[in-house]
């Protein structure tokens, strides 16, 4: 396996050719993140939604959703949280500010329209209709737990949520061989989704969810009326911008702390 040092040095060129991207190419290959983290957040919800107790639902929901790592990472996509490992080589040199911005900010539309993709799927194809409707109830009150959370907490959540994502795919390039990669990447995926901090790619699926679930016919059986917070203006700014914040704190920040432990002259 590689040692930390080594995984900060094959990062520079791992970081370099994420910056050498061309457009339309770092577009779709964000989307497909998206798309990924969306589905494991479906998968996710599917195994929480059969659970006996919340408890059990969340350990359940814990272990299928590193899927979505699992297949950004394996697959070959660019995933926002994780890219914020960038910030090494820009720190060493080898690619400038400009270059990180450009992939962030393109990535992060691009797994936007991923997540939302998979959400409008997930609600039109009538899978939120898997028990008994109980699915669809569940999106819209996880979208709205969402919407309502204070900004100072989802700031925070997001901090921690992308320190253990960074880390995972730290972690991942420790490993020579796939099955090394999926064992590393677990346990830090698995303990942010436990502990029930926020990723805003996730987020980008669980939230147009339960918005989009509010005018199906899945949801419409369920309960009338709209979950107080629940709305696009609560989704965008309520949710998403601070979670962002948060995980750009947490990945950059690891990313500064690596570097100056192994790159730092």
Known sequence: MNTPAEIAKNYLAVGEAKARLPLGRMLLLAVLAGMYIGL????AS????GAESAGAGRLLSACVFPA???MVLLAGSELFTGNCLMLIPVLEGRISPGAMLRNLLVVYLGNLAGGMLVAAVAVYSGTLRLFGNGLAAAAVSTA???CTLP??????RGVLCNLLVCLAVWMAMAAKDAAGKVAALFFPVFLFVLCGFEHCVANMYYIPAGLLALGAPSWAAVVSGIPAGLSWGGFLLGN???VTLGNLAGGLGLAAVYW????RR
């Not at 900004?151 to 925070?156: K, P, W």
């Not at 100056?260 to 790159?263: F, K, N, Q, S, T």
């Open 240 to 242: 998403l911008l601070p």
């Open 46 to 49: 599917v195994a929480s939604a």
């Open 68 to 70: 979505g790592l699992t």
């Open 151 to 156: 900004a100072g907490e989802a700031f925070l």
């Open 144 to 146: 709205a737990a969402k």
């Open 40 to 43: 494991a957040g479906l998968g």
């Open 260 to 263: 100056a432990v192994y790159l």
